[in-house]
């Protein structure tokens, strides 16, 4: 059993997953996420949450840069690493890196995380 985050794609344990200091989700907590947990080893209502996750983005102006099938794909990664009987999923999305200055058109991103 094991603690797994995908960060923008790269699936590492969870201590050793890393996002930058500069992420607008660090620094302005510009972000949003959903929770969700597996049953039977599946996760419960994917679609409603992924669904939920891009409206509550859209309301700060975050575009999700991928598709409901890439997220599900990405996921799927993670609880393969993780390997544990039943999970607890969390999708991040944060605006992305920036330089700490409100120059939002600077930032690049969004980041994306998934965390099992």
Same mark, same amino acid.
């Given at each position: 059993?094991?603690?797994?985050?995908?960060?923008n794609?790269?699936v590492l344990p969870?201590?050793q997953?890393?996002v930058?200091?500069l992420?607008?989700?660090?620094t302005?907590?510009?972000?949003?996420? *959903?929770?969700?947990?597996?049953y039977g080893?599946?996760?419960?209502?994917?679609d409603?949450h992924?669904?939920?996750?891009?409206r509550?983005?859209?309301?700060?102006?975050?575009?999700?840069?991928?598709?409901?099938? *890439?997220?599900?794909?990405r996921?799927?990664?993670v609880?393969?690493?993780a390997?544990?009987?039943?999970?607890?999923?969390r999708?991040?999305?944060?605006?992305?890196v920036?330089d700490?200055?409100y120059?939002?058109e600077?930032v690049q991103?969004?980041t994306?995380?998934?965390v099992?």
């Open positions: 059993m094991g603690f797994f985050a995908s960060v794609g790269t969870a201590d997953a890393r930058s200091v992420d607008n989700g660090f302005f907590g510009d972000s949003v996420y *959903e929770t969700l947990r597996t080893g599946r996760p419960f209502h994917l409603k992924l669904a939920r996750l891009r509550s983005s859209g309301r700060l102006g975050i575009q999700v840069p991928l598709s409901d099938e *890439e997220l599900g794909r996921l799927r990664e609880l393969a690493a390997a544990n009987p039943e999970s607890y999923i999708f991040i999305v944060t605006r992305g920036g700490i200055s120059h939002f600077r991103g969004p994306v995380v998934i099992v």
